[in-house]
């Protein structure tokens, strides 16, 4: 089955920037639709960014043009760029996998899921 393991998380000081890193292993095709989630204390999960089946990239309109989130097919990989890093960017990031045709306003499409990274901004 499907397993995604996030990395790349840490603690920095707003205006910073991080590389969020998601290695998948199993049966994931490039047909399948990847993103990133994140969740703060207390708040609802929200998603971020996500890259459909096709290449086409999806972002919320709290990280556009701030975030840049990529895939490598090959390796299997996801990353996403956190760039101008904000306090109220403090959350759990996790990476997401589905084989739907979806972007990230649907988490529910998604159904393979990491344990996420921690992103502090201070």
């Known amino acids: 089955h499907v397993q995604l393991v996030e990395s790349g998380g840490g603690s920095v000081k707003a205006g910073g920037t991080l590389t969020l890193s998601c290695a998948a292993s199993g049966p994931l095709f490039s047909s399948y639709s990847m993103g990133w989630f994140r969740q703060a204390p207390g708040m609802e999960r929200e998603g971020v960014a996500s890259i459909d089946g096709d290449g086409h990239l999806y972002y919320a309109n709290s990280v556009k043009g701030r975030f840049i989130v990529s895939r490598d097919v090959v390796r299997q990989t996801l990353n996403l760029q956190v760039n101008d890093l904000r306090p109220d960017d403090t959350a759990m990031y996790y990476c997401?996998?589905?084989?739907?045709?979806?972007?990230?306003?649907?988490?529910?499409?998604?159904?393979?899921w990491g344990h996420g990274t921690q992103v502090t901004v201070s």
């Open positions: 997401a996998a589905g084989a739907f045709y979806t972007d990230y306003q649907h988490a529910s499409d998604f159904e393979h």
